[in-house]
């Protein structure tokens, strides 16, 4: 079964919120025949357009392929959260690489915020940068390490923006008494995320950057230059850039055994009235909590709530996503019990094992960036000028990512989902405990 139509008509967005809301841009034509060129990006979503955008304006000549439509998959589906740092807590990421190294983690994931405020400030990209997020704690003793957590980060990351949040005021700023508290960081923020993907995409047409949908890449044949092929083109290219993420399929078998698909969910409520939507979050606050499988929400700027909650790991998605989602949205929000569900929504993104992206140069010409785990908003944005950068010869960010080890799942392509399953049972019980 193939990932890009299991869920999905081809050439159309899925029923989610956003798309409702958007307008998109004009089809952009399949690829045909043949191509030469010195850049071709394979995915059109966060990763793919950033990167293609960001060799334009270096002066490449750049070929974008994206098999349904540019912002299709994950980029244009997913919570909009824009988080500071990495996937995984910098005390954490600290143990897992050292300081020096998590440090320079560290700088990136601030750098990838930046450049997200940055592009919702242009006329291009029709979605404000919206400033916080709350994070919470769904067990009393987890708010002792965010206790840790935030010192830390005032004493060795300068983080005076990051605030902890006692119990009572966690439940003032999110009405809900599922939460003992949390951390607010108002470096952090949220945007409307397909917003974001056009946007970039008519950056990267006004650079010059040849786009084209519908045209899903078949294989790639290593070499100088690399070939890369569609049910019908043939794309020669002196650099090739794989910026799939949970779409990859069987494209590579390599990066595969790194990066898994997920499904995830997400509703969109009726609208509120202002007055309701700041008794549930105040201050347009977004706020994603600590369980493995994390609930994550924020309001829309129409004042509808967009809750996103419940994974899945096979292709195709629950045919009740509205019942699956409202579960874990009326267990936060019990006084939101009989509210009206006017969008209800899958997307698949790409995790790895220890939640950090897999950054890899598969040939002297072929580099491969993805697995952002749920941060790709701004991790994915930025690793588009990574490696633009990287392809220039100035790889030292490009390296960074790299050195952080991505491992194999177990089982590999063939045996990860059902070893992930039983994981996942053991941890939703864990959340539970």
Sequence with gaps: ??????????????????????????????????????????????????????????????????????????????????????????????????QSHAR???????????????????????????????????????????????????????????????????????????????????????????????????????????????????????????????????????????????????????VARRVMPINNYIVATEPMSPAAQEDIIRHNYAVADSKFVVNYFRFSEDHRLLFGGTESYGYKFPNDIAGAVRKPLQQIFPQLAGVRIDHAWGGTLGITMNRLPHVERMAGNILTLSGFSGSGVALATLSGQIAAEAIAGQAERFDVMARVPTHVFPGGSALRTPLLVLAMLWYSLRDRL
């Design 1 to 98: 079964m193939d990932l890009l139509t299991a869920n999905d008509r081809p050439g159309e967005y899925p029923g989610s919120f956003y798309a409702a809301q958007a307008t998109p841009l004009a089809r952009f034509p399949s690829a045909a025949g043949a191509l030469d060129c010195d850049v071709c990006v394979i995915g059109g979503g966060f990763m793919g357009l950033s990167t293609a955008w960001h060799l334009a304006q270096r002066g490449y000549d750049t070929v974008l392929l994206e098999a349904q439509r540019v912002g299709f998959g994950a980029s244009g589906r997913n919570g909009g959260q824009v988080s500071m740092g990495q996937r995984v807590e910098q005390d954490a990421l600290e143990q897992m690489v050292g």
């Design 104 to 254: 320079a983690l560290w700088d990136i994931g601030a750098q990838a915020v930046d450049l997200v405020r940055s592009l919702c400030a242009r006329a291009e990209v029709h979605t404000a940068f919206h400033d916080g997020i709350i994070h919470t704690v769904h067990r009393v003793r987890d708010h002792v390490h965010n206790q840790a957590f935030v010192d830390h980060m005032h004493r060795h990351y300068d983080q005076d923006r990051l605030r902890l949040l006692d119990p009572a005021e966690c439940r003032h700023l999110v009405n809900s008494p599922a939460y003992h508290g949390g951390v607010l960081d108002l470096d952090s923020g949220h945007v409307n995320p397909l917003e974001l993907a056009l946007g970039l995409a008519r950056l990267a047409q006004q650079a010059g950057v040849r786009l084209f949908e519908g045209s899903t890449v078949t294989g790639i044949t290593e070499g100088d230059p690399a070939l890369v092929q569609t049910d019908s083109a043939q794309i020669r290219a002196r650099y090739v850039v794989m910026g799939c993420n949970g779409y990859l399929g069987r494209m590579h078998k390599h």
